[in-house]
């Protein structure tokens, strides 16, 4: 009987634990400073002025359209071209073609 009652005694110390543990004090908390920022306004006016910016700068064709890295060219279909071929061949590649109207080193 002594043996059941350690038991049972342990039995209840440990499920005390788990439930101090599960349903304790929360964990400690980030302590650091965040930067408060100010929410200005934004008139009709400025807004107006940074859409006409926009749209000044969008192009209006293919061939306008810039993707950084890559070397415009003048075919849509895949030609073999010069500016193509001056642009890849110092890279290591065997030609360079034009196709949609960007260079691609093959």
Request: with cysteine; hydrophobic share 30%; proline share 7%.
């Amino acid at each position: 009987m002594g043996l059941k009652a350690v038991n049972v005694f342990l039995l209840i110390a440990l499920s005390a634990c788990l439930v101090q543990t599960a349903f304790g004090k929360p964990g400690p908390r980030d302590s650091s400073v965040a930067e408060d920022q100010s929410v200005v306004p934004i008139n009709n006016e400025d807004l107006s002025q940074k859409e006409d910016v926009t749209r000044k700068s969008e192009p209006s064709t293919p061939a306008e359209y810039k993707i950084p890295g890559r070397v415009s060219c003048d075919f849509e279909e895949a030609n073999e071209d010069a500016v193509c071929q001056e642009h890849c061949l110092p890279k290591g590649y065997t030609y360079g073609i034009c196709v949609s109207h960007t260079c691609s080193c093959i």
